[in-house]
């Protein structure tokens, strides 16, 4: 059956007239008549008749009419899913910000060996968000880092927390100035509740989720911050008193979700952990070949 000659069948019943079919179609009058008499030829019924000056459809015409539209609209979904199985893959990657400069370039250079011609989406949010949208299945591939291990996940590492000040700036207590990310982050909550538990004065400048803003407040400001060891880039120090409450070591971990069975989530943890930058594998403990199952 000619899809083209039902969609002039279709295009009929709406504008009442071969001519504006035509037109519509950029078809000559002709060249619809011969769809029109193909179509008939083919249910062998005479599906339009004359009324007075108009050409109207027969009872006939009337009852081929919703089932040619079902077929066109099957036609349609058809179209729509060849294209969308045609498209390359999309991976979501979902990374709180002070993971993502170090280990986003880990992770692409990964599956991209494993599953090429694939398109990669980068979500940049706080923990608790990427927990969410990891939930409702809008990421495949999440990096976050959790006080203990999780049994779905596999660890790439551990994160001692440090306090840590801009190189060359001089920072003191009484009271101690501080920036932190915001409070789904675990060092926030630890650095907060430890200040309240030891007594310690401090003042609290300002919370965000993203590094950007926290590097450029201790690069301007006489504060400090608490993040990982392991997020610790150019520019900043580490600062050690017994002034300052002690924060905790975290893990570092991700997760794969089934859409994407091909990648090993083991694999890729222990993969990552090796493509880190010297300075910041230091800091990360275990050095090689241990995954969450091993370490719990």
Known sequence: MDIGSLESFVLFSELGSFAKVAEKRFRTNAAISAQMKRLEEEFEVQLFRRDGRNVVLTQAGEDLLPFAQYMLDLNRQAKDRLQQNSKPLTLVIGTPSDYAN???????NYVQEIVPDLLTKLVIRSTEELKTAWENDEIDIMLFSSASPIGEASVIGKIRGVWVKSQGVTVSGNPWSVVLYDDSCLFNRHAIRGFKEAGIDYRLVSTSSDTN?????LHKNSVIAAMGDACLTSGLEQVTSPQLPPLPTVYLMVRVSQRFSEIDQDNLA?????????NIAAYLTPRSGTTQREMA
Not at 102 to 108: N, Q
Request: proline fraction near 0%.
């Open 270 to 278: 222990q993969a990552m952990l090796g493509i880190l930058d010297d």
């Open 102 to 108: 170090d280990f986003l370039m880990g992770i692409l």
């Open 213 to 217: 803003v926290i590097h450029h407040l």
